[in-house]
C-alpha cells in the first residue's frame, strides 16, 4: 500500500505564488505516475498535472500551462506543483494521485491523498 500526503496550502492573494508537496510512503513503487488534480466547490475534480517517473515527461491542463509546474524528487519520495500567478478561479482543494503511469482521467489513478486547500483571495 501507499499512502500520500499533501501540505503547503493556503490562503494567498491573487498574483501570489504556492508550492505544494505530496510525500509518498509505503509501496512508492506503484508511484511511477503522479498527478494533481483539484475540485472546486460544487464542480467535478479535474486534471491539473501530470509527471512520470524520471521527470522527463509533464502535462498541464490548459488553465494552467505557463502558471503551474510538477516536478519530483524521488529520493524524497515527493512530488511538488509549484504554482505563479494565481487566480481566484484557482481556489479548490488540491489532491495528489499516483499509479505506475501517469495519465489525465481520475480513472488513471489508484492512489489519492487527502486533499489540501488553496483560496486564491481576488
Known amino acids: 500500500q501507499v499512502q500520500l500526503v499533501e501540505s503547503g496550502g493556503g490562503l494567498v492573494q491573487a498574483g501570489g505564488s504556492l508550492r505544494l508537496s505530496c510525500a509518498a510512503s509505503?509501496?512508492?513503487?506503484?508511484?511511477?505516475?503522479m498527478g494533481w488534480f483539484r475540485q472546486a466547490p460544487g464542480k467535478e475534480r479535474e486534471f491539473v498535472a501530470a509527471?512520470?517517473?524520471?521527470?522527463?515527461?509533464?502535462y498541464y491542463a490548459d488553465s494552467v500551462k505557463g502558471r503551474f509546474t510538477i516536478s519530483r524528487d524521488n529520493a524524497k519520495n515527493t512530488v511538488y506543483l509549484q504554482m505563479n500567478s494565481l487566480k481566484p478561479e484557482d481556489t479548490a482543494v488540491y489532491y495528489c494521485?499516483?499509479?505506475?503511469?501517469?495519465?489525465?482521467?481520475?480513472?488513471?489513478?489508484?492512489?489519492w491523498g487527502q486533499g489540501t486547500q488553496v483560496t486564491v483571495s481576488s
Open positions: 494521485a499516483a499509479d505506475e503511469l501517469p495519465g489525465f482521467r481520475l480513472s488513471d489513478y489508484r492512489k
Open positions: 509505503g509501496r512508492t513503487s506503484s508511484t511511477y505516475g
Open positions: 509527471i512520470n517517473w524520471s521527470g522527463g515527461n509533464t
